[in-house]
Antibody
Framework: QVQLEQSGAEVTKPGSSVQVSCKTSGDTFNRYTISWVRQAPGQGLEWMGRIIPILGEPTYAQKFQGRVTITADKSTNTVYMELRRLRSDDTAVFYC?????????????WGQGTLVTVSS | QSALTQPASVSGSPGQSITISCSGISSDVGSYNFVSWYQQLPGKAPKLIIHEGIKRPSGVSHRFSGSYSGNTASLTISGLQAADEAAYYCCSKVGSGNKSGNIFGSGTEVTVL
């Protein structure tokens, strides 16, 4: 069974940064792209960006350009999402998800989600 | 690009069929291949229930079906059950190459009366 294991909940202050990790299997890391999706409390889903882990090539949603960085660590098969200059409205659950071939237009497996709370 | 448009809520009685629309999809030929649907139970991660517009992943009930017409994709749930109470989101890939991305719909809460 495909598993995406995310890091634990974070509480952080406005203006700071947060990094969320998503550990995958070697097969997933080497053969699939990984996306990040944000969900604010009581709100809908927002796609933030994706990465081709074996190449380390990210693509970002325009809304998050300049504030988000998605990276991948081959040694641990882990994908990371860093969001900077946090605001209170960044409080959300962040999910990593595996892009489904052939179009990478759907997400077939999801991490459990990581709650990031931004509060002074 | 703004979120795709879905009705905020849809309700039905057990056994009935309901349809959730998702408008704003590209009308380009083959764009339905880029449409997917997700079910999200409270406090849980979304679950893929339809991909490439009409295909069901293994293990997803046949009661869920996808369709597409013009700029609108639709999800139909037949034989509505209490377990179907959840939020449902459509999603479409937009753009091409390294400028491509994904856009979700605004989400629809399904209530079983």
């Amino acid at each position: 069974q495909v598993q995406l294991e995310q890091s634990g909940a974070e509480v952080t202050k406005p203006g700071s940064s947060v990094q969320v990790s998503c550990k995958t299997s070697g097969d997933t890391f080497n053969r699939y792209t990984i996306s990040w999706v944000r969900q604010a409390p009581g709100q809908g889903l927002e796609w933030m960006g994706r990465i081709i882990p074996i190449l380390g090539e990210p693509t970002y949603a325009q809304k998050f350009q300049g504030r988000v960085t998605i990276t991948a660590d081959k040694s641990t098969n882990t994908v990371y999402m860093e969001l900077r200059r946090l605001r209170s409205d960044d409080t959300a659950v962040f999910y990593c998800a595996r892009d489904q071939p052939p179009y990478a237009a759907s997400f077939d497996f999801w991490g459990q989600g990581t709650l990031v709370t931004v509060s002074s | 690009q703004s979120a795709l448009t879905q009705p905020a809520s849809v309700s039905g009685s057990p056994g009935q069929s309901i349809t959730i629309s998702c408008s704003g999809i590209s009308s380009d030929v083959g764009s339905y291949n880029f449409v997917s649907w997700y079910q999200q139970l409270p406090g849980k991660a979304p679950k893929l229930i339809i991909h490439e517009g009409i295909k069901r992943p293994s293990g997803v009930s046949h009661r869920f079906s996808g369709s597409y017409s013009g700029n609108t994709a639709s999800l139909t749930i037949s034989g509505l059950q209490a377990a179907d109470e959840a939020a449902y989101y459509c999603c479409s890939k937009v753009g091409s190459g390294n400028k491509s991305g994904n856009i979700f719909g605004s989400g629809t809460e399904v209530t079983v009366l």
